[in-house]
Nanobody, 121 residues
């Protein structure tokens, strides 16, 4: 089992920045590929970013490419999501997830509880 805890959400004005953290515990979190997802009210959950555990290779949704950066510190068993140039449409609950079941942009075996990000216009 892996437990994931997100932090760093909050309220920010459009154009601002936030940094989210996802701390893992339990089984060796540093050995898992990790993704970030978000879900806005009334919308389906959507893929945001992904990072592998071994090489640190990354992938991003087109909507955040160039604005968001995913990174990880395996020694601290933490994955980060740096969000810059935030837009009101980035408002959502953000979730981190570990161990993809298949495609990295789809479903995962472990999920955190989420952290709210609100971007005001």
């Amino acid at each position: 089992q892996v437990q994931l805890v997100e932090s760093g959400g909050g309220l920010v004005q459009a154009g601002g920045s936030l940094s989210l953290s996802c701390a893992g515990s339990g089984r060796t979190f540093s050995k898992y590929d990790v993704g970030w997802f978000r879900q806005a009210p009334g919308k389906e959950r959507e893929f945001v970013a992904f990072i592998t555990w071994s090489t640190g290779s990354t992938a991003y949704a087109d909507s955040v490419k160039g604005r968001f950066t995913i990174s990880r510190d395996n020694a601290k068993e933490t994955v980060y999501l740096q969000m810059n140039s935030l837009k009101p449409e980035d408002t959502a609950v953000y979730y981190c997830a570990a161990e993809p079941k298949g495609y990295y942009y789809a479903d995962y075996n472990y999920w955190g509880q989420g952290t709210q990000v609100t971007v005001s216009s």
